[in-house]
């Protein structure tokens, strides 16, 4: 009986042991893979910040380029309808010739004072 006893006792010991080992070893995984996840989570949100990032950028740019564009657009309009209204003027006898020539110089000094877009997201 005392054999027996002693069996079951050392395989308790066993069980127990390997019990204690498992739950270590569980633990120990279950930290890795905590870790792991969190190391991935970081960089994908930092792939991410570094995508939003790069579009807001590039949108900006196109922007810029967009509206320079449109401005300079304006502005070639603007000077074709000055130089038609000035021939239409002119041909009508309405002013002088030489009385436009004078007031071309005070309008090109106003041109100028067009400010062009800035880089608001740099």
């Known amino acids: 009986m005392d054999a027996l006893k002693k069996g079951f006792s050392m395989a308790k010991e066993g069980v127990v042991t390997a019990a204690e080992k ?3 070893g569980v633990e120990e995984a279950a930290s890795k893979t905590k870790e792991g996840v969190m190391y991935v989570g970081t960089k994908t949100k930092e792939g991410v910040v570094t995508s939003v990032n790069t579009v807001a950028h590039k949108t900006t740019e196109q922007a810029n380029l967009m509206s320079e564009t449109a401005v ?3 502005n070639q309009t603007s000077e074709k ?3 038609g209204l000035e021939s239409v003027v002119a041909s ?3 002013v002088k010739q030489d009385e436009l020539e004078n007031t071309k110089g005070d309008l090109t000094k ?3 004072d067009v400010e062009k877009p800035t880089d608001a997201g740099q």
Do not use: P
């Open 110 to 112: 106003q041109e100028g």
């Open 92 to 94: 009508t006898g309405l």
């Open 81 to 83: 309808v000055v130089e």
């Open 72 to 74: 300079a657009g304006a």
């Open 22 to 24: 498992t739950k270590a």
